[in-house]
Each structure stands twice: as structure tokens, then as C-alpha cells.
């Protein structure tokens, strides 16, 4: 037991390197990922649960596609593909450093370039299934979650602290938001017209609030560097004195 106990605490400090969260289920979603590391084949790598996560994303797309023009039915493997994507969007990154094999800057291109992509074809998928102009609101959830990935990597630069939730909301939250909305979808028809575009609006309104503490932190930045050049130049006064 208490190896157990130690094995747990040593994985949660080891995923939780170069990375803030502070999403709503952060606490289960933290203890679920140490959990699964300890448990994850030694030939799997880390490239390769970025794969898996990727798959899953795919199965997304395509259940779109299959309940456009097969059954409404097939909406429903969506659900396994954020499962799939979940498992291995949050733990490839999170292996790599369990194991102490980080790649810092590689990991960090190819998880927001896959995501992206993930994301582009999951809102195509809609834009396969929504009717007339409700098809756009795929394309706005595209748009928006491209805006917050922006957001992420700019307070990445100009806070050196990595979090890739947006306050409280983060990529689990979406993922289960949307596979509620789709869920809904399967037994009440057209629903998913209204829910997308409600949840479009509510992520609308989170990009604001996060842009404006992003500014907040970009100005102090920027005080902070005038304070420190300041100094610097007061310094070199003194030593030409």
C-alpha cells in the first residue's frame, strides 16, 4: 500500500512538469493520467499515444459523416472517439515525462498541430451533418477553439507557464460538452442545431475573458521589462561614473 502511495505521488509530480491546470476536473483528470502512466506498455511510445489520440479524433469525424448519410445511430461513435482521443491527447506528453524522456519543444509542435488538425476535421464532420446554414456553426467552432489554442500558446510565451485550459474549461470539458450535444442529438433530432451554436456562444465568452487576462499579463510584462531596463541603465550610470 504504501508503495502504491508512493508510486502515485512520484507520477503526479512527474506529469505535472511544465504544465498549470485549472480546469473543473483537474483533480480526477491529474489522478486518472498518474494512474494510467505507471500502466502503460513499454512499447508504446509516447508518439504513438499521439496516434491514438489522433484515431480518436477521426472517429469523431466520421460518425458525422456516417449519421448524415447512413442512421443518426452512428453519432454515437463519437462517444468511444473522444474516449480514445482523451486517452491519448492527455497522456502522451505526460508519458514522455513520467519515463524522463521529454521532448520539450517537439512534443509541444506536434500536440498543437494534431490537435488542430483533429479539430478542423471534427468540424468538417458537422458541416457534413448540420442542415442549410447551420453548418456555419461548425466552422465557428473551429474558428473559437483555434482562438483559444492562440491564446494558450501566447500566454505560454509572455507568462513561461504552460496551461492548456481556458480558466475553468478545458480540452475535457469540451470533450464532454460536445459529446453530451451529441448524445442529445441521437434522441431528440435537430437539437444539435441549437446546443452547437449555444455552445459556441459560451466559448465565445470564455475567449474574451481569457484575451483580456491575457493583456493583463502582456502589460505587465511589459512593465516589468521597462522596470528591469531601467535598472540596467541606472546601473551602468554608476559604473561610468
Given at each position: 500500500?504504501?508503495?502504491?502511495?508512493?508510486?502515485?505521488?512520484?507520477?503526479?509530480?512527474?506529469?505535472?512538469?511544465?504544465?498549470?491546470?485549472?480546469?473543473?476536473?483537474?483533480?480526477?483528470?491529474?489522478?486518472?493520467?498518474?494512474?494510467?502512466?505507471?500502466?502503460?506498455?513499454?512499447?508504446?511510445?509516447?508518439?504513438?499515444?499521439?496516434?491514438?489520440?489522433?484515431?480518436?479524433?477521426l472517429m469523431v469525424a466520421a460518425s458525422f459523416g456516417m449519421g448524415a448519410f447512413m442512421d443518426s445511430y452512428w453519432l454515437l461513435l463519437s462517444l468511444p472517439g473522444f474516449?480514445?482521443?482523451?486517452?491519448g491527447d492527455s497522456l502522451d506528453g505526460r508519458l514522455a515525462y513520467?519515463?524522463?524522456k521529454p521532448r520539450k519543444w517537439y512534443g509541444f509542435s506536434l500536440d498543437v498541430t494534431v490537435d488542430w488538425i483533429g479539430t478542423i476535421l471534427i468540424g468538417l464532420?458537422?458541416?457534413?451533418?448540420?442542415?442549410?446554414?447551420?453548418?456555419?456553426?461548425?466552422?465557428?467552432?473551429v474558428v473559437?477553439?483555434?482562438?483559444?489554442?492562440?491564446?494558450?500558446?501566447?500566454?505560454?510565451?509572455?507568462?513561461?507557464?504552460?496551461?492548456?485550459?481556458?480558466?475553468?474549461?478545458?480540452?475535457?470539458?469540451?470533450?464532454?460538452?460536445?459529446?453530451?450535444?451529441?448524445?442529445?442529438?441521437?434522441?431528440?433530432?435537430?437539437?444539435?442545431?441549437?446546443?452547437a451554436t449555444a455552445a459556441c456562444f459560451f466559448i465565445l465568452i470564455s475567449n474574451f475573458s481569457e484575451t483580456r487576462n491575457l493583456l493583463i499579463l502582456a502589460n505587465t510584462r511589459d512593465a516589468e521589462d521597462r522596470r528591469q531596463k531601467e535598472e540596467e541603465r541606472k546601473a551602468m550610470q554608476k559604473e561610468n561614473a
Open positions: 500500500m504504501n508503495n502504491n502511495k508512493l508510486n502515485m505521488a512520484r507520477s503526479l509530480r512527474l506529469i505535472a512538469t511544465d504544465r498549470q491546470r485549472t480546469n473543473i476536473l483537474r483533480t480526477w483528470e491529474q489522478n486518472t493520467i498518474a494512474y494510467l502512466v505507471q500502466r502503460v506498455p513499454s512499447w508504446i511510445s509516447s508518439d504513438g499515444l499521439t496516434a491514438i489520440g489522433f484515431f480518436g479524433n474516449i480514445i482521443n482523451w486517452l513520467y519515463r524522463n464532420g458537422f458541416t457534413m451533418y448540420a442542415p442549410g446554414p447551420w453548418k456555419y456553426a461548425g466552422f465557428m467552432f473559437l477553439y483555434g482562438w483559444e489554442m492562440i491564446t494558450a500558446q501566447l500566454r505560454y510565451k509572455i507568462g513561461c507557464q504552460y496551461s492548456i485550459d481556458s480558466g475553468i474549461f478545458g480540452p475535457t470539458e469540451v470533450r464532454l460538452l460536445l459529446g453530451t450535444i451529441i448524445t442529445f442529438e441521437v434522441f431528440v433530432n435537430g437539437s444539435i442545431q441549437y446546443l
